[in-house]
Structures are given as C-alpha cells and as structure tokens.
C-alpha cells in the first residue's frame, strides 16, 4: 500500500477513518513515519502518476481517503521538495471534475459513505489473528 509509509501516529477521527484501509490506522501512536527523505518522496510522486492518469483513478483515490493521510504527512514534512508534490496531489484530489457540479468531488466521498452506511472494513492484520471487528476498543 503507498500510503502505509506515509501514515504516522496522528490521531483520526471516525469520519476520517471511513473508507481508510485500517492498516493506516490500527497501531496508533506507535506508527512511525517513513524517515527516508527520497523514499517519502518516490512514494508521493507515485501518488501524483496516479493523481494524473485520469478521473477513475482520482475517484479511487478519493475513496481510499489518500487526502487525509497526505495532509497529515504535509503537517509535519520538513522537505519541501515532498511538501510541494503533497500539494499537486492534493490539488488533483481535491479539485471538481470537469462536468460536474461545484464540490463534487467531496460530496462522493461523503455520499458513498453516508448513504450505504458503509462499514469500517475489517484489517488485513485483525483476519489473521482473528481479532476484534469492533476498532473502537483499540487504544
């Protein structure tokens, strides 16, 4: 997942952890960041490829909440090399689409959430030890 190394140990709140891969999230203020500097940066820059090969993926990315785990990366990011390829990525997700209504892009998300009541899914990790579903006991 290129996300994993960009995740830390900020603190989510339920809405942000919706649609997120609970890999992202589980473990907490013991999640380091990646410490390597162009590692950080091949990683955004993989992200901005994907952010650029078309609307599909832009939605996917969307949905897969890759904004909140960026803007919480570009919080703390010292490099401004990374921090400005966080803001292009950004500046795709974040943006309508052409030919769609104004917000729109945020509204797809918060819809495809709020009306199927999706879920938090289950962690890769929680399957194979057989844990807990309920993500609310986990400190």
Known sequence: HLLYPLAGPEELDVDEKRGMDPDLWLQGPDKVREPDYWTRLMLVEAILLLCASGRKSRERLRLERTYVILKLADMVEEKEQVSERIDECVQFLKRDEEGTAEGSSDRL??????????????????KQIGGNEDYDDVD
């Open 109 to 126: 998300v918060e819809e495809t959430f709020t009306k199927k009541r999706l879920a938090l899914p289950v962690s890769s990790t929680a």
